[in-house]
């Protein structure tokens, strides 16, 4: 299965896998979404993350970023807490980068229903992360999400 070449850590399994799952999400995005629930747990996309092989940890970044952009996958808004709070500063701004995509391009009333999560786990901790591309990345990501909220209060 995908999960277990995801999981293979040679850097070429796992770079052919991340493109055909980003292939199928971007053809068939409907039909991902169920695959796409399974993806974020466990040996999926988000614990290569914290691989050591920083050439993995950059294609699974690329691979989620693209995902995320297609496909709406509610589920991500559960695990994704637990990567920003992580001890490595790279894995938190990544996890960063995808809240910030989640709160631009996923339906506000998803968005609205994960907001306290949203607002303790994320945005009130990432104002007083140490690492300021962290802290800067927040920002910039409610800003985003301000901007959006009130196009959508508006009716546009």
Do not use: M, W
């Not at 991340?18 to 695959?35: M, N, Q, Y």
């Not at 999926?44 to 709406?72: M, Q, T, W, Y």
């Amino acid at each position: 299965p995908l999960t277990t070449q995801l999981a293979d850590l040679r850097s070429t399994v796992t770079k052919e896998t991340i493109t055909v799952l980003v292939s199928l999400a971007s053809k068939h995005p409907s039909e991902f979404a169920s695959i796409g629930e399974v993806l974020p747990q466990g040996d999926g996309f988000l614990k290569l993350l914290s691989n050591g092989k920083r050439l993995i940890s950059d294609l699974a970044h690329d691979g989620i970023c693209d995902i995320l952009h297609e496909v709406c996958i509610p589920k991500i808004l559960e695990i994704l807490p637990a990567y920003f709070k992580s001890k490595t500063a790279l894995v938190r701004l990544r996890s960063a980068q995808y809240y910030s995509i989640i709160l631009v391009a996923y339906p506000i009333e998803l968005v609205q229903k994960y907001l306290d999560s949203i607002e303790k786990d994320f945005l009130t901790a990432g104002l007083d992360d140490q690492a300021q591309d962290v802290r800067k990345e927040v920002r910039s990501c409610f800003v985003s999400y301000l901007k959006r909220k009130e196009l959508t209060a508006r009716g546009k």
